[in-house]
């Protein structure tokens, strides 16, 4: 199946600082989306996007399908961005089913 | 309510008994999908639907593990003779359409399962 990897595994910022997510996946992808798990377990959608740039406040994503990678931008962290980040892909066309990455971990001291 | 929901939020069982897990997704998407997230992993995938059809059923860890989803809506995930390796978060989402367009997932709250 499709390998999804997500670097940095861990990451711990002062609140204020700028981060970049990256997520590689092996195979094309029909969707991609990313996700913030919070410190209370829940799975909030932050982006979908299979190719092309899009931003939200202070985040935004770009995906270069072509080349089979994702990145998350954070700017101005607050210590609310803290928790796990996961980039999931699907394949489509019959495959609808997300595979997750292992995650970053990102920390934001005050 | 506005998004998938989930019951119960948390299940505490002994070895040995079944349990059943509930999901109510948004309404009017079509496609429902189950997940289990091991502590500090990502959520892997169990099986999903459209409508009532069960499309895919390959991510079932055995045949303890089965789900439904009777008249396309509500979706009920049962383990049978539970163990104590079933103990995960389980998770549902759903999407608009499961083609391939559109099909952003959006998740519930999950259910937290603890096999003593």
């Known amino acids: 199946g499709i390998q999804v990897e997500q670097s940095p595994p861990d990451l711990i910022l002062q609140e204020g600082a700028n981060s970049t997510l990256r997520c590689n996946f092996s195979?094309?992808?029909?969707?991609l989306q990313w996700f913030h798990q919070n410190p209370w377990g829940q799975l909030i959608n932050l982006f979908y996007?299979?190719?092309g740039t899009k931003q939200n406040g202070r985040l935004s994503a770009t995906t270069v399908a072509t080349e089979r990678y994702s990145l998350l931008y954070i700017s101005s962290s607050q210590t609310t961005d803290s928790g796990v980040y996961f980039c999931?892909?699907?394949?489509?066309?019959?495959?609808?089913?997300?595979?997750f990455g292992t995650g970053t971990r990102l920390t934001i001291i005050p | 309510g506005a998004g998938v929901s989930q019951s119960p939020r948390y299940k505490v069982t002994k070895r040995g008994q079944d349990v059943a897990l509930r999901c109510d997704p948004i309404?009017?998407?079509?496609?429902l999908y189950w997940y289990r997230q091991a502590l500090g992993q990502g959520p892997e995938f169990l099986t999903y639907?459209?409508?009532?059809?069960?499309?895919?059923k390959s991510g079932l860890p055995n045949d303890r593990f089965s789900a439904e989803r009777p008249e396309g809506s509500i979706s009920t995930l049962t383990i049978q003779r539970t163990e104590q390796r079933d103990s995960a978060m389980y998770r549902c989402?759903?999407?608009?359409?499961?083609?391939?367009?559109?099909?952003?997932?959006?998740f519930g709250p999950g259910t937290r399962l603890t096999v003593l």
């Open positions: 989402a759903s999407s608009l359409t499961g083609g391939a367009e559109n099909n952003e997932q959006f």
């Open positions: 195979d094309s992808v029909n969707n």
């Open positions: 996007i299979p190719s």
């Open positions: 999931a892909v699907e394949r489509g066309f019959g495959n609808e089913k997300l595979t």
């Open positions: 309404s009017g998407h079509v496609s």
């Open positions: 639907f459209n409508y009532e059809a069960q499309q895919d």
